[in-house]
């Protein structure tokens, strides 16, 4: 579980990245690792945050992503013509 302030910042930024892409049609889970591992990768090469803070923030999006309620496929409305 994420405490540091920054990191938790991170952790809701690429959430809120992961469901927009899934919103948006990239459905492929190895795509969305993809995504993951370049942010990741830029926190890294930026010294954004402490190594032991990346690796959490790792785990934490892991599961996120693993997790199939947070990528529930909104119901579709019903057209009323």
């Known amino acids: 579980m994420l405490q540091d302030a920054r990191a938790i910042r991170y952790y809701q930024r690429m959430t809120d990245a992961l469901v927009e892409q899934w919103n948006r049609g990239y459905r492929n889970r190895d795509e969305l690792r993809l995504f993951i591992d370049g942010y990741l990768a830029a926190l890294r090469h930026a010294d954004?945050?402490?190594?032991?803070?990346?690796?959490?923030?790792?785990?934490?999006?892991?599961?996120?992503?693993?997790?199939?309620?947070?990528?529930?496929?909104?119901?579709?409305?019903?057209d009323y013509y």
Do not use: K, W
Not at 54 to 66: S, T
């Open 48 to 78: 954004a945050l402490e190594p032991y803070l990346v690796h959490r923030l790792e785990e934490d999006v892991i599961r996120f992503l693993h997790d199939t309620s947070n990528f529930a496929i909104p119901e579709s409305e019903p």
